[in-house]
């Protein structure tokens, strides 16, 4: 089966239904379409804003890596990767996947392989902005997100 891959990485916001559209108009080989969206959190009130950075070309040079082994993995007729980029408000989006594929079990571990890899592979980093506190701390790798992306390796 031959997978269509897109990935954008940008500054602003997404519309989901378009990606939806893209993924799916005009075919009749798409039986199930799974999208995750991660939104940026208020951490209870005192985050202020979040900031992500990456080098261009080598963010999305490894997005497209996971990608093609997202599409080697599983049979996908298509899979939508954007990240954004900047500084990012509590309630807006921050990423979104979208996997395409004849069968739901494909569609949805598809997505959640591509969305485990790109929170430990893809190079983004993330400066945490609080409210009174400009400055703010840069976000450390979290070992859940390790074992997350564990549970994808071949013996």
């Given at each position: 089966?031959?997978?269509?891959?897109?990935?954008?990485?940008?500054?602003?916001?997404?519309?989901?239904?378009?990606?939806?559209?893209?993924?799916?108009?005009?075919?009749?080989?798409?039986?199930?379409?799974?999208?995750?969206?991660?939104y940026?959190?208020?951490?209870?009130?005192?985050l202020?804003?979040?900031?992500?950075?990456?080098?261009?070309?080598?963010?999305?040079?490894?997005?497209?890596?996971?990608?093609?082994?997202?599409?080697?993995?599983?049979?996908?007729?298509?899979?939508t990767?954007?990240?954004?980029?900047?500084?990012?408000?509590?309630?807006?989006?921050?990423?979104?996947?979208?996997?395409?594929?004849?069968?739901?079990?494909?569609?949805?571990?598809?997505?959640?392989?591509?969305?485990?890899y790109?929170?430990?592979?893809?190079?983004?980093?993330?400066?945490?902005?609080?409210?009174?506190?400009?400055?703010?701390?840069?976000v450390?790798?979290?070992?859940?997100?390790d074992?997350?992306?564990?549970?994808?390796?071949?013996?």
């Amino acid at each position: 089966m031959s997978c269509t891959i897109r990935i954008r990485i940008q500054p602003q916001s997404f519309d989901i239904e378009e990606e939806s559209k893209r993924l799916t108009q005009g075919r009749s080989d798409v039986g199930a379409l799974v999208t995750f969206t991660g939104y940026c959190r208020d951490e209870g009130g005192t985050l202020a804003a979040l900031t992500l950075e990456h080098y261009p070309g080598m963010a999305e040079a490894e997005i497209g890596r996971i990608a093609e082994e997202a599409a080697a993995r599983w049979p996908l007729s298509g899979l939508t990767a954007i990240h954004r980029h900047g500084r990012i408000l509590p309630g807006e989006p921050i990423v979104l996947v979208a996997a395409a594929s004849s069968h739901r079990q494909a569609a949805f571990e598809a997505a959640s392989f591509l969305m485990d890899y790109l929170k430990t592979r893809a190079p983004f980093w993330k400066k945490e902005e609080r409210v009174g506190d400009r400055d703010g701390d840069w976000v450390q790798t979290k070992a859940t997100d390790d074992a997350a992306a564990g549970r994808w390796q071949k013996p």
